[in-house]
Structures are given as C-alpha cells and as structure tokens.
C-alpha cells in the first residue's frame, strides 16, 4: 500500500497532530512538498501532501484563507501541513475553519519536525511500496510460469484470476472465448466477443479498456501475438484499476500466454507440413501409407466419412476461368460487387483457416488444412462443426453481398468455395474432383460457396445457362431460325415437337395440328439446312440441348 496520511499520523518520530479533516486520512500521498507561495497550485501534480510555515500568506484573515484552501482541493492536494513555533505559534483559526469547511486534512507539525523528515517518510514509505510491487511481481510470474508448465492456459489463467482478485479468459483468433477462471466468468467473457473483434482489427500488440456505469466490473482487452494480425486475446476483469502488483502479473501472462501461442504456430506449421503430406499420398490412391504418416494427429479423421473444401480467392478464380479452355464471354460474371470477406484483413483463404479451425478445436475434432499455393485444400468431418462453420461463414457473406451490392467493390480480396460430398480415404481424389467441380460451378455462378450434393440431385438444365452453352445453341439453330424467319415453315417448332416425342410421328404431329407427312418433310428439310443426320443420337443429343439452352434465355 502507497503512504497515507494515517500513515504519516502515526509514524512515531514525526508526531504530526490532526486539525482538521480526520475523516480523509486515507488519501494515498503521492509526494510531500514545500511551498510558502500565495498559490502554488500551478506547481502542484495532485496527491501532494503540501508543507507550509505561511511565511507569505495573512493565515489569519478568513477570506484569504478560504480562497488559498479552495485553490487547494480544487488541485488535488491532498493534505496540508502547517509548521507551527515558525511564523505562528499555533495554526490559526481562519485556516483551521477553512480547512474543515473544505475538508481539507490539515495537520499540524511540531517545531523540532523539520519538513525534510516528513519528506524523506513520504518517500521511503513509497520505495518500499514499489519494492514490495516489483517483489510480488516477480512471485507472480513465478507462480504464473509454474502455473502455465504445469497446467497450461487453463493453469495461467486461475493463478492471474486470483492474483487481481477478479476473473481471466483466454479467446483464440476467432474471437471465441477458448477458456475462464473462475469458470462463473464464461458468460461475462462471452459477451465481450464484440470488444474482442474490434481489438483484433488493430495491430499487436494492442488493448483496450471496457467499463462504464453499465459495466458490472472494469475489463482490460490485450492482444496476443507478435505478428502483424494478433493471434489470440487475454481479458482481465477486476472491480478496480489495477494495481503496481496486479499490473505485473497481467504483464506476465501477456508474455506467457504470447510465448505459448508463438512456439503453437511453429507446431501449426510443422502439423500443416505432415498434412500436406497425408494429403498429397490420398491425391495419389495411397490410403494406407496416408494413415501411416497421419498417426494421432490426423488419424481420427481418415477413420470416419469426411468433407474435402476446396477454396480460392476470387482474383486467382478469375485468373483460373480466364485461362481454361471454354469460349466464354464477359457477361458470364455475376452481377453487382462480389462479397467482401469480413475481417480477415485482407487475408481471404487465412481468414477461412480460422473459421474451420476454431469451430474444430472447440468441438475436438480434427481437421486438415493445406494452404496450396493460391488455393486451400481443408479436409473436416462430415457433419463435424468445421463443415458447419464454412457454410454460417458462406450466409455471413451472402449477407454482407446483399448489404454492398449498391455500393462499388473495394479493394478487398474475396473467396469461391466447393465442398465435396462425404468421402472416405480410398475416394479422395474423387472427392478432391468434386470440390472442384463445385468450384467452378460457384466462380461461374457468383456465389461463395457450392456444394457437390448440390449439384448431383438438381437438374443439369440450369447448367444450360452458360454464356458458351448459348453461343454454341445460336450457332447451331441459327440457319433454322432464318429459314422460319421468311414466313417459309415452322421448322424449330416442329423439331422441338418431334424431339420431345423420341421421334413418334404421329404423336409428334398431332401436338403440332398437321399431318405426319408434313411434319415428315419438316424434319428432311432441317436434315438439309444442318447438313446432319437425325438418326444420329449425339446430333438428336445436342439438339435438344440447344433447344433447351434457347427456352432458358426466353428465346
């Protein structure tokens, strides 16, 4: 505890006596010093106990005294001591009202106490508060260290909760509240997950300080991490500013908690590097070997029906569907500005990587995750809450779609997603050609993310819609539409007729109101214009398609 004024009362060799204000004598004194100005105030900090013999001030006249005594508290002075025996032999009565009108401490200092011992007390006393500070703050990290080789975070986080005398908890990269001490605290934690977003956007190391008269307690936010994006975050409640001690324990286990989640992303890394390697001898048809290299770490997973979730950011898709093969068009991008991933800075296919793998360690599951060049490969449980978490992570996005599609795109670097259906080892690389089915399908679409599942149970007409499907549908009925053009014969009506019967003329006419003999020239005369023959199933094929692709357009 810092000196205070009851302190200095009954320090034995100073033999203060109290004059005025003994209620306020637990005021913790900052400093002791001498002043014989008519108004020191614009020398004073705030705290001082202030030292006078009033060589330069009327003490006796009450309205002096009142203004001098005012000036005083309205500065934050503390307390004022009055040498007596010195220019008075008592302190007088105008002083002594005002100081009780104010409820100013005033205390009175014998001749034979020189003002440099009460000055020399006040200092001690505050040496050996920081000393004992520094002294519990070097047993706290002792025993926070013991705590956290122990115990882990878990450990940490008791240890600080009891040293501030209020509650602890750890959040990961997402935001989410990973642990708490006491475990009462889980719910407080958890609705300061704002707070923790918000803290996250600035760089590391950042903090933050949450309280006000709603607030059941103040709550101190610090980032975790070293590099540019923090890695996790500590919140400290307390019903008070913290203290010298309690200052450094939550200085300690910032430093321990961010050693902890430096040395967990070199063994992040070295995990992706075994994943990597699991994941390319699935690709190549070795599933045994595959379970080999994965042992415990990814075992768990190659044991039961996985996901495989292809992602890349929407520049490389661009890229990707530029340089295939496909005579596609500029109209085939999806309207309005694609979604922005929300706060990732900048970093799409790194902001996924924490969404499946948060969800995963929350929930105990494995995952895999392989950053592959522009591209994420991540390989989650079926049904697990990594898969969960990248589908709320996809209507997140289509929300924040629907929120800009007014407004122009910004400079941020945005995400395509394909998620296979649930695959074991031996069908990986089927799974692996799914999610890249899906892919393409959600870069041609617009749209975030696509599932494979979604594909096989639809119909594959709205796939008919591709810009290069209705090129090629134009081309090939083109000569069809200009015959029926010159007023000359219904030839695309009847060849859509004659089609959707399997070739049944009768049938087919009937639906038309004319003769199959007619209708039978018709289908010559298209013989003719296309150069093809309708015997031919591939044509008969294609026709259909093109006839189909055509009604999709409203044509």
Request: glycine share 8%; charged share 25%; proline share 5%.
């Amino acid at each position: 505890m810092p000196p205070t004024l009851a302190s200095l009362v009954h320090h034995s060799a100073l033999k203060l006596t109290v004059r005025a204000g003994e209620d306020r004598l637990d005021v913790p004194v900052r400093w002791a010093h001498v002043s014989e100005l008519a108004d020191p105030v614009p020398y004073m900090e705030g705290g001082e106990l202030l030292l006078i013999t009033a060589l330069k001030l009327d003490a006796e006249d009450p309205e002096v005294m009142r203004r001098y005594v005012k000036r005083l508290v309205a500065a934050g002075v503390v307390g004022l001591g009055f040498a007596v025996g010195v220019n008075y032999d008592e302190i007088p009565k105008a002083l002594v009202d005002a100081a009780e009108e104010e409820g100013l401490p005033l205390l009175e200092v014998p001749r034979r106490t020189p003002f440099i011992a009460i000055s020399k007390a006040v200092s001690a006393a505050i040496a050996a508060d920081q000393y004992r500070a520094v002294t519990a703050g070097f047993a706290a990290q002792r025993e926070l260290t013991k705590q956290a080789l122990n115990d882990g975070p878990e450990g940490l986080l008791a240890s600080l909760a009891g040293q501030v005398d209020g509650w602890a908890a750890l959040y990961d990269a997402s935001g989410a509240v990973v642990a708490t001490a006491p475990d009462w605290a889980g719910r407080r934690a958890a609705r300061l997950t704002p707070d923790v977003e918000r803290l996250r956007e600035r760089p590391a190391p950042a903090s933050s300080v949450v309280g006000g008269e709603d607030r059941e307690d103040r709550v101190e936010l610090h980032s975790l991490g070293t590099g540019r994006r923090p890695r996790a975050a500590l919140a400290v409640g307390t019903a008070a500013a913290l203290g010298t001690a309690e200052r450094y324990a939550v200085h300690s286990a910032i430093a321990l908690l961010t050693l902890t989640t430096e040395r967990s992303r070199s063994l992040h890394a070295a995990e992706q590097r075994i994943g990597a390697a699991v994941l390319r001898m699935l690709l190549a048809g070795e599933p045994d070997h595959a379970r080999t290299v994965a042992g415990e770490l990814y075992g768990e997973l190659l044991d039961a029906p996985f996901r495989l979730i292809l992602a890349e950011s929407a520049s490389a898709s661009a890229a990707r569907a530029h340089a295939d093969g496909h005579a596609r068009v500029a109209a085939t991008a999806p309207s309005g500005p694609a979604v922005a991933v929300p706060d990732i800075n900048g970093d799409p296919l790194g902001g996924l990587a924490e969404v499946v793998e948060s969800a995963a360690a929350r929930a105990g599951e494995s995952v895999l995750v392989v950053p592959d060049g522009e591209r994420l490969v991540v390989l989650a449980v079926d049904g697990g809450a990594a898969v969960s978490a990248c589908g709320e992570y996809a209507v997140a996005l289509e929300a924040a779609r629907a929120a800009v599609r007014e407004q122009p795109a910004g400079d941020e670097d945005e995400l395509v997603v394909g998620l296979s259906a649930p695959a074991g080892p031996i069908a990986a690389a089927a799974a692996y050609k799914q999610a890249e089915q899906a892919l393409s399908v959600a870069r041609r679409r617009g749209r975030f993310l696509v599932e494979h599942e979604e594909l096989a149970a639809g119909s594959v007409l709205p796939l008919l819609a591709d810009d290069a499907v209705r090129a090629f549908a134009d081309g090939l009925l083109r000569a069809l539409h200009e015959h029926d053009a010159t007023g000359r014969g219904d030839l695309v009506a009847s060849l859509r007729a004659w089609l959707s019967r399997h070739g049944q003329w009768d049938a087919a006419a009937a639906d038309l109101g004319v003769h199959r003999h007619t209708l039978r020239y018709r289908m010559r005369r298209v013989e003719e214009i296309l150069g093809r023959s309708l015997d031919d199933p591939d044509v008969r094929m294609e026709l259909w398609l093109a006839l189909k692709a055509t009604s999709a357009a409203g044509e």
